[in-house]
């Protein structure tokens, strides 16, 4: 038994704590789950990790046959997510996923748990004694009280977009009782501010399905539902640190269920020492690490990073005007663009952007992208604001141009801007001269250095909330102690 174990109280080997982990099946909700498997495990945890059966097949084509074979106390498990059978490279749509798992995981899921408690009558695991779920898998609220144990839900998102979604009820209904049509969606309207506690956000700003019109809506039950079961968790773990978030989290200290901060994850992955789960990843796309030597071939702070993750999908015009405002601006840039990024054909065009840019650009499917943002060439990133790409460009200190997407991009883009200091946003019907306008501010006007030097103070407020004795990395003892272990 290690010291780190005595002082947390753990047993020995033979008794370990097992706790399961369940993320939401989308590339940004396994991400952070997987790396609160990491740290559970650097803790003393014996981990088992549970992907849908689809998503398995995926990380297995992406990262090779044996990527998911695990260790004797890190495994990985599966269960079905309900839908019908679809090629490999298909991304679910997110309603109809969401959905699915809602209402087809819960008995598989019990099943899952019961067969690793039958296992530990044999001495192959130990009794799972806790579960970690997605906070929109909070069918697992109920999975731990058929077996009696605690359960943890991580919020993905910001304590901001935790903060609007738990009080969904109040607000669509307030919402809905002014949205008489979709020329509501498009007025003053959504200038209003709404929520108590988050300062200055207006509707606007909201989750996408704030703003949905009809109460009928499949995706609007799917939401109150999951509101209603995550109030009887154990405890909320949030991905965010106390000083980013301070004016919201202030307004949630006397919630319940207790709320705990704990990132940036990936920061405090990264202090495990002699971690024997670096090759465990969760990418669904094959990384193209050819990207990391071109970067090696440029200037420092020379070269502009886009990516708009991993849900994002564009119009053909908007992507033709996001690669000739890139080209315009007569930057260096790396851009990720995943198989299904867009809709339509826009190859040929594109050809010929590629063709313009070929001495200065390069275009990848996809990157390792914590590495990218800390490499030395890059200046900025063009994002679509996803809470982890959040994160892990807030840690590395790398200044923002935003085009939020959907969900909580908005809430981050929001945060970034206005909040943070270190961000500026494109307009949501994008073009081209923005664009340019926007990314040669960033990399040469005195906006963008203003945002760099932002950009760098919060990095180190990350690294303080992360290192030892910092807020982050005490919470996680915090949590073990009063919610886990008690």
Not at 219 to 241: D, Q
């Amino acid at each position: 038994m290690t010291q780190k174990q005595a002082e947390m109280g753990l047993n020995t080997e033979s008794v370990k704590p097992h706790a399961v982990l369940i993320p939401l099946p989308f590339q940004g909700h396994i991400n952070p789950m997987l790396q609160v498997a990491k740290i559970l495990h650097s803790k003393g945890f014996h981990i088992t990790f549970v992907n849908t059966e689809f998503n398995h097949k995926r990380l297995l084509k992406s990262r090779g046959a044996n990527a998911l074979d695990g260790l004797p106390d890190f495994q990985f498990e599966t269960i079905p997510d309900g839908l019908p059978p679809t090629d490999v490279d298909d991304t679910p749509e997110i309603n109809s996923l969401c959905d699915s798992t809602s209402k087809n995981c819960l008995v598989p899921f019990l099943n899952l748990v019961a067969k690793l408690n039958q296992y530990a009558s044999s001495g192959l695991n130990p009794p799972v004694s806790c579960i970690f779920s997605d906070r929109a898998m909070s069918f697992s609220v109920k999975a731990a009280e058929e077996f009696s144990i605690p359960v943890v839900l991580l919020c993905a998102m910001s304590a901001c977009w935790y903060l609007g979604v738990s009080r969904y009820h109040s607000l669509i209904y307030k919402d809905l009782a002014s949205i008489k049509d979709e020329s509501y969606l498009t007025n003053e309207h959504l200038d209003e501010d709404w929520v108590p506690g988050m300062k200055s956000l207006r509707l606007r700003e909201l989750p996408s399905f704030f703003h949905l019109t009809d109460p009928n809506d499949p995706f609007m039950e799917f939401i109150m539902a999951e509101v209603g079961r995550a109030s009887k968790a154990s405890a909320i773990i949030l991905n965010t640190f106390d000083e980013l978030e301070c004016n919201v989290l202030n307004n949630l200290s006397s919630t319940s269920p207790p709320i705990y901060t704990m990132g940036p994850l990936h920061m405090l992955v990264n202090q495990i020492p002699q971690n024997n789960l670096v090759s465990f990843g969760t990418n669904l796309w094959k990384e193209d690490t050819g990207c990391l030597q071109w970067l090696e071939s440029k200037e420092p702070r020379s070269v502009l990073y886009v990516n708009f993750g991993s849900t994002t999908v564009m119009s053909g015009h908007q992507i033709l005007e996001f690669a000739w405002g890139l080209a315009n601006s007569k930057k260096s840039f790396l851009w990720i663009i995943r198989p299904d990024l867009f809709e339509g054909d826009s190859g040929i065009l594109l050809s010929e952007f590629v063709n313009e840019t070929k001495n200065r650009g390069l275009v990848a499917s996809w990157c390792p992208q914590e590495q990218v943002l800390s490499h030395h060439s890059i200046v900025g990133y063009l994002t679509h604001c996803g809470w982890n790409s959040t994160m892990e460009n807030l840690s590395c200190g790398v200044p923002m141009v935003c085009w939020p997407f959907f969900a909580d991009n908005q809430v981050a883009c929001k945060l970034a801007c206005s909040e943070w200091g270190i961000g500026m946003e494109i307009d949501t019907n994008v073009k081209r001269d923005e664009v340019t306008n926007l990314v040669n501010e960033l990399m040469e006007g005195e906006k963008g250095k203003e945002m760099k030097q932002k950009a760098m103070e919060w990095k180190k407020k990350a690294e303080d909330a992360t290192g030892p004795n910092g807020s982050s990395y005490m919470n996680w003892d915090k949590l073990i102690k009063e919610v886990l272990l008690k």
